[in-house]
């Protein structure tokens, strides 16, 4: 095939977000694995009390590490225009699904607003709904209307609607291999021209013991909850949050767009071992043979010429062995003493993600390939004894990588599925200097505390990592890359000293003029470019938890508390900022409790704006009293 053929056949990376155990992003997440952090920890009381599992009797818990994201409580309902009731009663699966979305298209410079109706794809690996399953559990009066929205189709869903997409919208279940299976359907719809971008997440929240005690029974839980592959003391796994999403495109449609590639992949595969294990539930070294013959044929690469595969790497006994024979028969041979295959596993620092660890693996290996090095894969230890390591290393140390490398990853599914995907660095341009002219920065947010944060933000990233990119790019990519929010900032600079400078003063009326005027042509003010890293925006979140909603004593700041779904001022419209008749009916029941008496129906159906609720509510104290 020629070169143009492998170009019309790649797909870019141009997005990426996560919300993992010690990292908020991907920036975070590199942070972590080049420190060599091992992020696991005790299961938190808001969990379940994992100390009162543990047993090594039937029933009982393993261990008590597992990995955990904090604040998963924590939203902003009021930028995804909900109430607090509606958001507090949505799986926080889809509320950090929503909000890692936002940052991945943030952080591929698209705007979401340009692809409301077009055909994009929505592809969630994911396979839990313990959220849903708690709310069950509590009896039928549990199993209202209000669940239906916490069904697992729903994940992708929810990001469809929000942002308008009208392609594919799909969960993939294949267990541990969900995620990464998740990118593999998304690249074939991507080459067959079905749709021209696609969103990919893997989604793991453990809320509930049950899984990790059948798997304790199973043999498949760490004792301590250290994921140690490759190391002859590997014992299983221990679970592990996860919110992961990438951003995809046509490699071709990335360039001319002027993205941001942070890496390309270059082929996939996926294969069920069949029955070539004696059990469903046991791996296959051929079933996995197979599948990295059909991933690196996909991607017209030889296997001589990787450089690095982040393994599934769970730490189980049965499983770490096969995988790093597969490995080492499809790609470790014929390699010279001073380069073997890197092999490495994100799960020794971060625990399994489980039906989302196909993807976070994604991420690391894209971070490896953009930064040219591999980080140590923790807990390794004694090196297994019935793996011939000939040809393969696990690195214990950070490793360099050629600047135009190639990684594979790899995740197994207790479905029997196996996933790859090959991925190769991606080219950069040089970046042209800065010359001298002064740039506009444009700064916006939803509210005024959001561009307060966001101006913080901006004034840390042009004092740090941000001064490697030219005040250009970093003008033009807010102008341009960035959604239009009301409340706006505007500093002006030609180095990124002054432009520190001018977010920390006053405004000019020149840039006020600018800041109000729609009519400026950025496209024409900033010409050609590049997209490059600016912050996200900054989430005005608070804590959302069923059973937490504040109670407070007046009925109408109870009832526009919990269901307003926009701003509201006194002449506002109940039905305007979301108090529909399902509210109403709740503030009802709700007086009727506080109370003790009586309310007429009629009354408060008869309520149409805020002013009418607040003095009702005044009223109705009064009597009280």
Known sequence: MTTTGVHQRSIAIVGMSCRLPGATDPDGLWELLCGGVDATAHTPADRYDAAALRSSGPGGLAGCRAGFVDGIADFDADFFGMSAAEATSLDPQQRLLLMCAWEAFEDAGIVPERLRGSRTGVFVGNSRADFLESALQQGLSSATATQLGNVRSLLPARVSHFFDLRGPSVVVDTACSSALTAVHQAVQSLRSGEIPAAVVAGVNLPLRPDEAVMMSHAGAMSADGRSRFGSADADGHAPSDAVAVVVLKPWEAALADGDRVRAVIAGSAVGNDGRSSDSVLNPSLDGQLDVLRWAYRDA??????????EAHGSGSPLLDPLELTALGRFMGTSRSPDRPLLVGSAKSNLGHAEAAGGLVGLIKAALCLENGKVPASLHAGLPRTDVDWSGLSIPQVLTDIPSRAIAGVSAQGSSALNAHVVLRSAEHEPRTPDDGTRWPLVLSARTPEALADLTRAYVEHLSGSGAEFPVRDICRSAALRRTRFEHRAVAIGATHRELVESLTTDSTPELDRFLGSEAVDRDGLFGPGRHVPLPTYPWQTRRLWPGEEPAGDDPAEWLLGKHARTAFAQDSALADIGIDSLAKLQLLVE????????????????????????????????VRR
């Open 591 to 622: 007086v009727q409790q506080r109370t003790g008496r009586e309310v007429d129906p009629e009354e408060l159906a008869a309520l149409r704006t805020v002013r009418d609720l607040c003095r009702w509510a005044r009223d109705l104290t009064e």
């Open 300 to 309: 017209r690469v030889e296997p001589s010429e990787v450089d690095f595969v």
